[in-house]
């Protein structure tokens, strides 16, 4: 994997949304946070455009995203939210010249499209909380974010989970959001995932759809070659008048139970306060024990 320059004081950081539309508290909650860094935040020519939920139309979205790719000055960017609309734009984008400059760009959720689309070409990037989140995400959300884009080391240790399958792997880091990955199925953005550590998170989901894109990647497949799973927040999940029977961890136990890698539950990552950096494309190694579980990069 290619890795972007690490940043350093006085670097611009491009905020644009490629899905739902903005307001001004967000930029302001960019501008605290990156400047307090030493960094400068550089709006999107487009960044309040409006079109229903989107951030204006898919061409006025394309063109921020393409323009901060292309942009030799700016150092990073940021999406401002998720929502829905990344995948409308992202076969429009050229990436010629990032790949002779690539940049971090950071971002979750519906951002996980892009992270798919990176991890097809060979270029890391950075699974992490994004401005709309900035005022509610704890100290070391934002903390990890920072570490991530200077450079400085990753690692994590978090609590053993009942559901936990003890091991070690390691191997190059891919995923994101869930029902992301689900969407990409079939597509020229979904990564291979032949060796590498699969994370997943998600958000206000019906139980049964967890089930339904569970069963699909294990179909497809993906799960086959995996060499570890890590599980983040399943937040705020929904069900049905006549229940599921079983939460979105026991869904997905139930789904891997067949496999010989590690898995880990209840990462600190994903629609939580607590949304620690990842940086996607790096090669991990997860150790996975009764006592304590670690993931380092």
Known sequence: MKQPAYLTSGD???????????????????????????????????????????????????????SALDDPSISAIICARGGYGTVRIVDGISWKNFLELPKWVIGYSDVTVLHGQLQVL?????????????????????????????????????????????????????????????????????????????????????????????????????????????????????????PFGKTANEIIRNNLSEYSFPVCYGFPAGHLDDNRALIMGREVVLSIGSKESTLFF
């Open 12 to 66: 611009r950081v491009a905020l644009i949304s490629t899905a739902r539309k903005i307001d001004q508290r967000i930029v302001d909650s960019a501008v605290k946070t990156f400047s307090s860094w030493g960094l400068e935040i550089v709006p999107g020519k487009h960044l309040f455009a409006e079109e229903d939920q989107f951030a204006g139309s898919d061409e006025l979205r394309m063109q921020d995203f393409q």
């Open 122 to 242: 060979g270029v890391e990037s950075i699974h992490a909380s994004m401005p709309v989140n900035f005022p509610s995400n704890s100290l070391e959300s934002l903390e990890t974010l920072r570490a991530a884009l200077f450079g400085e080391s990753l690692g994590y240790s978090f609590a053993p989970h009942d559901f936990n399958k003890n091991g070690t792997a390691k191997g190059e880091l891919i995923g994101g959001n869930l029902s992301i990955l689900y969407s990409l199925n079939g597509t020229s953005s979904f990564p291979d995932t032949h060796g590498r550590i699969l994370f997943i998170e998600d958000l206000d989901e019906y139980l049964y759809h967890i089930d339904r894109m569970m069963m699909t990647l294990k179909r497809a497949g993906y799960f086959e070659q995996l060499s570890g799973v890590v599980v983040g927040g399943m937040s705020d999940m929904n069900d049905n008048e006549v």
